[in-house]
């Protein structure tokens, strides 16, 4: 079993930046993608950033040059910036190694 616990959500105005954080513990194997996902209100969710155990990434449009993945151990962290209201959702952090495992989600809400 693997468990991820998210941290560092909240209310930002636009323009402005927060980094989230989760924590994964239990059974990790190398090889894995670590990521984030978002979902709108009344919308599917979807990619907004992964972080292969080597170092590839991946993001979605709407966010390159705003977010960052990164990792440190078995943490993976979102750093976003210039947030736009559009980026307003709850993320869940997600772990790929032959299953799929979710966070709870983190509600981020970028509002003036």
């Known amino acids: 079993q693997v468990q991820l616990v998210e941290s560092g959500g909240g209310l930002v105005q636009p323009g402005g930046s927060l980094r989230l954080s989760c924590a994964v513990s239990?059974?990790?194997?190398?090889?894995?993608?670590m990521g984030w996902y978002r979902q709108a209100h009344e919308k599917q969710r979807e990619l907004v950033a992964a972080?292969?155990?080597?170092?590839s990434t991946i993001y979605a449009d709407s966010v390159k040059g705003r977010f960052t993945i990164s990792r440190a151990e078995n943490t993976v962290y979102l750093h976003m910036n210039s947030l736009k209201p559009e980026d307003t959702a709850v993320y869940y952090c997600?772990?790929?190694?032959?299953?799929?495992?979710w966070g709870q989600g983190t509600q981020v809400t970028v509002s003036s």
């Open positions: 972080m292969s155990s080597g170092g």
């Open positions: 239990g059974r990790i194997f190398s090889g894995n993608v």
């Open positions: 997600n772990y790929r190694w032959a299953s799929e495992y």
